[in-house]
């Protein structure tokens, strides 16, 4: 009689580990691709890849803008991430960016503030841009 709830605690156990570590990694998992979503954005925009960094982006189905013309004469120099901040519960993730860049035509050079807000899609299974791309003026 006594083998019977022993039998039932050690499975009973064993399943809750089991489900606990796997949540553990899913986390893991998710903000490896989180670390490797951002570091993937930042690269696009810093070679001036702006097809690249608009497909970071999460679009509505008639909300597909085209890229800016006057994105091809953008050059950054520094792209500096002042703030980051990840919120489990809603697998949301905020960064503030600093984005120093130039205009090659006019050899001016300016600074913005880039405050990014993503977002984990569990279907895709890939973190998208929700916030608008940055104003290059």
Not at 5 to 25: D, I, K, Q, T, Y
Not at 34 to 63: C, M, P, Q, V
Not at 68 to 74: G, N, Q, S, V, Y
Not at 83 to 96: G, I, L, P, V
């Amino acid at each position: 009689m006594h083998t019977l709830p022993r039998r039932f605690f050690v499975f009973a156990a064993l399943l809750l580990s089991g489900l606990l570590l796997g949540g553990c990694s899913t986390t893991a998992d998710r903000m490896d691709r989180l670390d490797r979503t951002l570091n993937g954005y930042e690269k696009a925009l810093r070679w001036g890849k702006f097809d690249a960094a608009y497909s970071f982006h999460k679009w509505g189905t008639d909300e597909q803008p085209s890229i800016p013309a006057h994105l091809k004469k953008i050059r950054m120099t520094r792209y500096e991430v002042t703030s980051r901040r990840f919120d489990e519960k809603t697998m949301t993730a905020r960064q503030s960016v600093a984005i120093r860049y130039y205009d090659t035509d006019t050899a001016t050079e300016r600074e913005l503030q880039d405050r990014q807000r993503w977002k984990y899609f569990e279907d895709a299974k890939r973190w998208y841009l929700m916030s608008d791309p940055p104003v290059f003026k």
